[in-house]
């Protein structure tokens, strides 16, 4: 079974500045992808990234970007420039690209609450 | 298009009773998820849905249960409700699998409080 984890409870980051949130996943497959989901006090869950674990490139997206080493199997999330609407609940989450028992699962980490401070 | 809806969005039940919670996915979206949220468990993966057979379920009691409907709605249901059922739950939605998207959109979530 995979599992997910994030190690930051909490990271609290200045208007303005870069704040890396971690994440690593244990897994035995070779084919899989990884997402960075943001979690606001609505309760609301936006997908805020994606990268295939296929990919060599970090995918990036505006102001989020993403580290994905394979091999050492982590998956760090970087929000530059940050903003007070940046403040949020962030999840780590997998999902099996081929495995019938994962079919529509997601595994997600335990959350990192960022807190942006003016 | 419209996201994901979730009906109702906020629910108090007494223990004993039954619940049955509603999602209707982003049209065209086959695939219907659904996520339990707890401050303690955090989240956890209940059951997935596609052309109305459940494909995958999590490690949850046979109190919990779902179905879809031809057009992609899916229904939660949880029986005989315990105080520990109380959480937000969450429904998510995905094309067809087999497209080259793997996202899910979530809902914004029904809250289930249990008295």
């Known amino acids: 079974a995979q599992t997910v984890t994030q190690s930051q409870p909490e990271m609290s980051v200045q208007e303005a500045e870069t704040v890396t949130l971690s994440c690593t996943y244990d897994t035995s497959e070779s084919d899989y992808y990884l997402f960075w989901y943001k979690q606001p006090p609505s309760r609301q869950m936006i997908l805020v990234i994606r990268?295939?674990?296929?990919?060599?490139q970090n995918a990036t997206e505006n102001r989020f970007s993403v580290n994905f080493q394979k091999a050492a199997k982590s998956f760090s999330l970087k929000i530059s420039d940050s903003q007070l609407g940046d403040a949020a609940m962030y999840f780590c989450?997998?999902?099996?690209?081929?495995?019938?028992?994962?079919?529509?699962?997601?595994?997600f980490g335990a959350g990192t609450q960022v807190v942006v401070t003016p | 298009k419209a996201g994901v809806t979730q009906t109702p969005r906020y629910l108090i039940k007494t223990r004993g009773q039954q619940v049955t919670l509603s999602c209707s996915p982003i049209s065209g979206h086959r695939s219907v998820s659904w996520y339990q949220q707890t401050p303690g468990q955090g989240l956890q993966f209940l059951f997935e849905y596609f052309s109305e057979t459940q494909r995958n379920k999590g490690n949850f009691p046979g109190r919990f249960s779902g179905r879809q409907f031809s057009n992609s709605r899916s229904e939660m249901n949880v029986s005989t409700l315990e105080l520990g059922d109380s959480a937000l739950y969450l429904c998510a939605s995905s094309p067809y699998p087999g497209q080259s998207s793997y996202e899910q959109y979530f809902g914004p979530g029904t809250r289930l409080t249990v008295t």
């Open positions: 990268q295939e674990a296929y990919k060599q």
């Open positions: 989450a997998y999902r099996s690209a081929f495995a019938t028992d994962s079919w529509g699962k997601l595994q």
